[in-house]
């Protein structure tokens, strides 16, 4: 993959993770506002407010690592195939393409 790609796949990942959690937060906060309603050092905040902050948080954290899986899966694929290549034959446990 070139280094654009890669750029691309991490950034479109968090950003989708972003949205997603941060529906998912303000659903929850809508739904069950009594699991959102103690802010830091007691003070009462908005449950919608603080599920969507919370749920975006974790959906860029949990989006850009399923990102960088990808890439990381992608690449190795890309090696074991170049690797197959440059050998002529299969290396983990295939056939020999030349028999």
Avoid at 1 to 13: D, Q
Avoid at 29 to 39: N, R, S
Avoid at 54 to 75: D, P, R
């Amino acid at each position: 993959m070139k280094w654009f790609a890669v750029f691309a796949v991490g950034c479109l990942g968090a950003l989708v993770g972003m949205l997603l959690g941060g529906v998912f937060g303000y659903a929850a906060g809508q739904v069950a506002p009594e699991l959102f309603q103690q802010g830091p050092a007691g003070k009462v905040v908005q449950p919608r407010a603080v599920g969507l902050v919370g749920g975006a948080t974790a959906g860029v954290l949990l989006g850009g690592g399923l990102a960088v899986f990808a890439i990381a899966i992608q690449t190795l694929s890309q090696w074991i195939g170049a690797t197959r290549d440059r050998q002529g034959r299969a290396r983990f446990g295939g056939e020999d393409p030349d028999s």
